[in-house]
């Protein structure tokens, strides 16, 4: 849970710095993304929840966020927007076709940047006092899991080279492309994008 945190902080600190504004299109991605971050978050804190029914230092722990928790979860619009305007746009669980904007319809989501804030703030009080109260233990697994960690980063080091190294264009998938056109006469059609400018 605090690597999410610390991603979400991050994210939002390196916003900040480039100093694009809240009605660039940037902002509105990075808000649905950090909106992922907290529900994944909240999940977790469900499974903490579950465990603290057999430990009182964990439910004390989390009686003390409860208010913190509360209002985060009074933003019932959060775990939908993951689910419906993210994950599986406008598709509802048997993947029928469900407009976002009918899913959302009387939910809540942060509406102000005030309260886009205080949601941040509210992870960042949880987050804090978790990892207070948890440090000893986060601390010996972080040192436990890094040699893990480190491994796969090397991995993913040698795929990257092994993609630089290697031809990797298209063109072959365009040629083919085009011959289909041909072949199923698709006269009336123009590969026009208004994001997609041209296929290079």
């Known amino acids: 849970m605090d690597v999410l945190y610390r991603e979400l902080e991050e994210n939002l600190k390196a916003f900040h710095k480039l100093k694009l504004g809240l009605d660039h299109p940037h902002h509105a991605a990075l808000l649905r993304y950090n909106y992922i971050q907290i529900c994944s978050i909240l999940d977790e804190l469900e499974i903490l929840n579950n465990a603290a029914k057999t430990d009182d230092y964990l ?3 989390l009686y003390v966020l409860s208010p913190a928790i509360k209002k985060v979860k009074r933003f019932t619009g959060l ?91 298209i063109d072959d998938i365009k040629e083919e492309i085009n011959k289909r056109f041909i072949e199923k006469d698709f006269k009336d059609v123009k590969m026009q994008s208004p994001s997609l400018k041209s296929w290079d």
Request: aromatic fraction near 12%; charged fraction near 35%.
């Open 59 to 61: 439910r004390d722990t």
């Open 79 to 169: 775990k939908r927007v993951r689910n419906t305007l993210l994950a599986h746009l406008n598709r509802d669980k048997k993947k029928q076709f469900y407009p976002w904007w009918k899913s959302l319809k009387g939910l809540r989501l942060p509406r102000t940047p005030n309260e886009t804030r205080q949601l941040y703030a509210l992870m960042y009080i949880i987050n804090t006092l978790l990892v207070s109260r948890y440090y000893d233990e986060l601390k010996e697994l972080s040192i436990r899991f890094k040699e893990e960690e480190m491994q796969y980063i090397n991995w993913v080091k040698t795929e990257e080279e092994k993609v630089i190294s290697e031809p990797n264009n």
